[in-house]
């Protein structure tokens, strides 16, 4: 099993910063997923995060605009940058151990204003 | 159309009563997920099946494979039950590792 620790848990941001959302996991996991969850919406993969290589883009999101990294087995971060109102949602991590469970963090609600 | 699709969107219940809530999904799958979340954003799994039922508590959580649908039980609901309920599948045609999130259904117990 893994358990992932996420923050911040909630941000108000000002439009044109940039806020970086963190995941720490207590095991080495395969891989990490970051999603978006707009409200009254279900959950959106932006990209897969994999270790000592560069993160996978989902159609619709670009590197410029969430840059993820992940330096070790344990931890991931990405940042939402050049924020705008659009860009209110839950930011969610989720990690795969490589078997069937489903692991995520906690949840990072997003408000810009 | 979605590949993953559930129903009801929204559901209102009266604190005991039984609560179904269904997903029915299009691809071939190796396993399929309910999740709950509450209002902070937090996703906990509560089932992942590959096939047959399962119970935890008061939830039940079965999928007939042949029909592609699954369906979330919860006896004698209790206002703490409120939350959303998503159904997620894992496809074999992706890599393994690869969620499909259904929109999610809100559940409202009241007292």
């Known amino acids: 099993s893994a358990v992932i620790s996420q923050k911040p848990s909630r941000d108000i941001c000002q439009r044109g910063t940039s806020l970086t959302i963190q995941c720490q996991v207590d095991?080495?996991?395969?891989?990490m997923f970051w999603y978006r969850q707009q409200p009254g919406q279900s959950l959106t993969l932006i990209a897969t995060?994999?270790?000592?290589?560069?993160?996978?883009?989902e159609s619709g999101f670009v590197i410029d605009k969430f840059p993820i990294s992940r330096p070790n087995l344990t931890f991931s971060t990405l940042t939402v940058s050049n924020m705008s109102p659009e860009d209110s949602s839950i930011y969610l991590c989720?990690?795969?151990?490589?078997?069937?469970?489903?692991?995520f963090g906690q949840g990072t609600r997003l408000t810009v204003v | 159309k979605n590949e993953v699709e559930q129903s009801p969107q929204n559901l209102t219940a009266q604190e005991g009563e039984f609560i179904t809530i269904n997903c029915s999904y299009s691809?071939?799958?190796?396993?399929l997920h309910w999740l709950q979340q509450h209002p902070g954003g937090g996703i906990v799994s509560l089932f992942m099946?590959?096939?047959g039922k399962k119970k935890h508590g008061r939830l039940i959580a079965t999928i007939n494979i042949q029909e592609k649908h699954s369906s979330l039980h919860i006896t004698a609901s209790h206002p703490r039950d409120s939350a959303v309920y998503i159904c997620?599948?894992?496809?074999?045609?992706?890599?393994?590792?690869?969620?499909?999130f259904g929109e999610g259904t809100q559940l409202t117990v009241n007292p």
């Open positions: 099946l590959s096939s």
């Open positions: 989720s990690a795969w151990t490589g078997g069937w469970e489903a692991f």
């Open positions: 997620a599948v894992r496809s074999v045609e992706t890599s393994g590792s690869r969620l499909t």
């Open positions: 691809v071939g799958i190796s396993a």
């Open positions: 095991s080495q996991v395969t891989m």
């Open positions: 995060a994999n270790q000592g290589s560069e993160a996978t883009y």
